[in-house]
């Protein structure tokens, strides 16, 4: 193929130099290793002429943006939320959206359960006592936390992360652990995480620590509000590394402020990376800036997916893991 010929893919965010090497073997390349967090008109400005685009959560793709870029093919995502796709759009507009799972599972499982030991056994807030330098004498109750192992795990949102983090609150940590989910897991599924199936009512009520790790969805917005935070137990925590939104912030540190709920850890906020100023006020809460997928493997393999993605699709028509491939409208790109 000569260069001329090469499909021309934008990539929106700073990658890894090696997944773009791999992409210049087959496509024009246009980096943004400067790192600028395009606005929606550069977006657009940038997408121009693009047949691909790889994006980041950063990124919106919504009708508007799709009009205005008529060659663009696939979108697709270094993340397996994909929220900020327009999927209806996407597909009336022939344009295929991917993400990356999988790759991320185990170490994402990972970070949800650092979160939740944090929270439990308030890691944050003792330390900010000791850096303040208020560490003058050892007492029988200093930092007292919840125990973490034989207590109640609850799950909302069971798929591939929330299921790999069931497995190690069961398997690690002899924590009783039950979910709520949209569908119910098959009994093999559910004999391998040791988990139970509970109504949304009674996992509030019954768990311990709560992780939420399910997708987000205009119909998940503030499935965890003040409502919700009431039913749970006042000595229990709450963990978000789900996505901003699933959880009403405000909501939430006001039940932390007047002691609702003992402790929460949030990897994700409305509105970020701006965090609501309340959540950063209140003591018993551990905040972490959208890091649970973050280590160099995990990272690399989640853009060379999405890098394999752009390649498979724009240069034989197939990509490896497709979100609206049952909806797409082909005939709507040329
Ligand atoms: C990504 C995530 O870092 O995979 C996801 O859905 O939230 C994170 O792992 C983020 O989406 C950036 O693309």
């Given at each position: 193929?000569?260069?001329?010929?090469?499909?021309?893919?934008?990539?929106?965010?700073?990658?890894?130099?090696?997944?773009?090497?791999?992409?210049?073997?087959?496509?024009?390349?246009?980096?943004?290793?400067?790192?600028?967090?395009?606005?929606?008109?550069?977006?657009?400005?940038?997408?121009?002429?693009?047949?691909?685009?790889?994006?980041?959560?950063?990124?919106?793709?919504?009708?508007?943006?799709?009009?205005?870029?008529?060659?663009?093919?696939?979108?697709?995502?270094?993340?397996?939320?994909?929220?900020?796709?327009?999927v209806a759009a996407m597909s009336a507009r022939?344009v295929?959206?991917?993400?990356?799972?999988?790759?991320?599972?185990?170490?994402?499982?990972?970070?949800?359960?650092?979160?939740?030991?944090?929270?439990?056994?308030?890691?944050?807030?003792?330390?900010?006592?000791?850096?303040?330098?208020?560490?003058?004498?050892?007492?029988?109750?200093?930092?007292?936390?919840?125990?973490?192992?034989?207590?109640?795990?609850?799950?909302?949102?069971?798929?591939?992360?929330?299921?790999?983090?069931?497995?190690?609150?069961?398997?690690?940590?002899?924590?009783?652990?039950?979910?709520?989910?949209?569908?119910?897991?098959?009994?093999?599924?559910?004999?391998?995480?040791?988990?139970?199936?509970?109504?949304?009512?009674?996992?509030?009520?019954?768990?311990?620590?709560?992780?939420?790790?399910?997708?987000?969805?205009?119909?998940?917005?503030?499935?965890?509000?003040?409502?919700?935070?009431?039913?749970?137990?006042?000595?229990?925590?709450?963990?978000?590394?789900?996505?901003?939104?699933?959880?009403?912030?405000?909501?939430?540190?006001?039940?932390?402020?007047?002691?609702?709920?003992?402790?929460?850890?949030?990897?994700?906020?409305?509105?970020?990376?701006?965090?609501?100023?309340?959540?950063?006020?209140?003591?018993?809460?551990?905040?972490?800036?959208?890091?649970?997928?973050?280590?160099?493997?995990?990272?690399?393999?989640?853009?060379?997916?999405?890098?394999?993605?752009?390649?498979?699709?724009?240069?034989?028509?197939?990509?490896?893991?497709?979100?609206n491939?049952?909806t797409l409208v082909?005939?709507?790109?040329?």
């Amino acid at each position: 193929m000569t260069l001329a010929h090469r499909p021309a893919v934008l990539v929106a965010r700073a990658v890894y130099p090696e997944v773009l090497d791999r992409l210049r073997q087959h496509f024009e390349v246009h980096a943004n290793q400067e790192d600028s967090v395009f606005t929606r008109d550069e977006l657009i400005a940038r997408l121009q002429g693009m047949d691909g685009v790889f994006t980041t959560g950063s990124e919106r793709m919504d009708e508007a943006v799709l009009a205005a870029c008529p060659k663009l093919r696939i979108c697709a995502n270094m993340g397996v939320g994909y929220n900020n796709f327009d999927v209806a759009a996407m597909s009336a507009r022939g344009v295929l959206g991917t993400n990356a799972p999988d790759v991320l599972t185990e170490t994402t499982a990972d970070f949800g359960f650092a979160l939740l030991m944090a929270t439990a056994r308030r890691v944050a807030e003792s330390e900010h006592f000791l850096r303040r330098g208020e560490w003058n004498s050892w007492r029988f109750d200093m930092f007292c936390g919840a125990e973490v192992h034989g207590s109640t795990l609850g799950v909302l949102g069971m798929g591939r992360i929330g299921q790999a983090i069931a497995r190690r609150g069961a398997h690690g940590f002899g924590m009783q652990v039950i979910y709520h989910n949209r569908s119910r897991l098959d009994a093999a599924t559910e004999a391998s995480c040791k988990a139970s199936y509970v109504s949304k009512g009674d996992l509030l009520a019954r768990a311990d620590h709560l992780v939420l790790v399910l997708p987000y969805t205009p119909a998940a917005h503030h499935s965890i509000g003040a409502a919700e935070l009431a039913q749970m137990k006042p000595t229990a925590t709450l963990v978000n590394i789900a996505r901003g939104g699933i959880v009403d912030d405000a909501a939430l540190a006001q039940a932390l402020r007047e002691r609702r709920i003992a402790a929460a850890g949030l990897d994700v906020f409305e509105g970020e990376p701006a965090v609501h100023p309340d959540l950063l006020t209140v003591p018993n809460v551990v905040l972490t800036p959208h890091i649970a997928s973050a280590t160099h493997g995990t990272r690399l393999a989640m853009a060379n997916l999405a890098a394999d993605n752009l390649i498979g699709y724009l240069t034989r028509g197939q990509a490896l893991t497709p979100v609206n491939l049952d909806t797409l409208v082909p005939a709507a790109r040329g």
